[in-house]
């Protein structure tokens, strides 16, 4: 079964410094990888995919993250890091045992707090 | 342009009564998706419309849920015989067919008392 797991519950960081929020996925075949934000009281928001191509994909707000198909990880990034971006981060999979149909059906982590402190 | 709309924002209700939460998608987007959201959990799926069908609903946890979507735009989650574990978040999103980009809605909360 296709699935993602976030081993942190909270990362902290100040403002200016890089951040990574981690993901591992464990998937049959080519994953689809992606990641959403949720800040308070809102929805949830697309950050950026990975379907194919090169490793480095970049999303919105300045986010980026690195697929790295030896380590099943797909760790989101960003070099400078904003009190805005304080949040709730969710890594997703898609899910793509289904009955016999592609879907575009997302498994999603436990999700991530980020904390940027000014 | 508008985004994906739900309604009611906040539900509560007591244990044994009938619910529905409605969703209306993004316009032109053919697929639609329910989740459900606990405190503290990742957005769970329940249900996937393609169209006026549920193309998979093998999330529903059991047969007191229910979807529809008989126009292939708006859809209703309804759930009967409330129960205190269903209280959550129920989130809808919408995507166009092969993006695999969905776009929520700020999402339902459920209480049941």
């Known amino acids: 079964a296709q699935s993602v797991a976030q081993p942190e519950d909270q990362v902290n960081v100040a403002e200016g410094n890089p951040l990574t929020v981690k993901c591992t996925y464990s998937?049959?075949?080519?994953?689809?990888l992606f990641w959403y934000v949720q800040y308070p009281n809102r929805g949830l928001q697309f950050l950026l995919k990975?379907?194919?191509?090169?490793?480095l994909v970049k999303g919105s707000y300045g986010f980026e993250a690195e697929f790295n198909k030896s380590q099943t990880s797909f760790h989101l990034k960003k070099p400078s890091a904003l009190v805005s971006d304080s949040a709730l981060y969710f890594c997703?999979?898609?899910?793509?045992?289904?009955?016999?149909?592609?879907?575009?059906?997302?498994?999603f982590g436990t999700g991530t707090l980020l904390a940027v402190q000014p | 342009g508008a985004g994906v709309s739900q309604t009611p924002s906040n539900k509560v209700t007591e244990k044994g009564k009938y619910v529905e939460l409605r969703c209306d998608p993004i316009?032109?987007?053919?697929?639609l998706y329910w989740y459900r959201q606990s405190l503290g959990q990742g957005p769970e799926f329940l249900i996937y419309?393609?169209?006026?069908?549920?193309?998979?609903d093998s999330g529903l946890p059991n047969d007191r849920f229910f979807a529809v979507r008989p126009e292939g735009s708006v859809s209703t989650l309804k759930i009967q015989r409330t129960e205190r574990g269903d209280s959550a978040v129920y989130l809808c999103?919408?995507?166009?067919?092969?993006?695999?980009?969905?776009?929520f809605g700020e999402g339902s909360r459920l209480t049941v008392l």
């Open positions: 998937v049959s075949g080519n994953p689809y």
């Open positions: 419309f393609q169209g006026t069908g549920a193309a998979d």
């Open positions: 997703a999979v898609r899910d793509r045992e289904n009955y016999g149909g592609a879907t575009n059906k997302l498994i």
């Open positions: 990975y379907i194919t191509g090169d490793n």
């Open positions: 999103a919408s995507s166009p067919w092969t993006s695999g980009e969905l776009f």
């Open positions: 316009s032109g987007h053919t697929a």
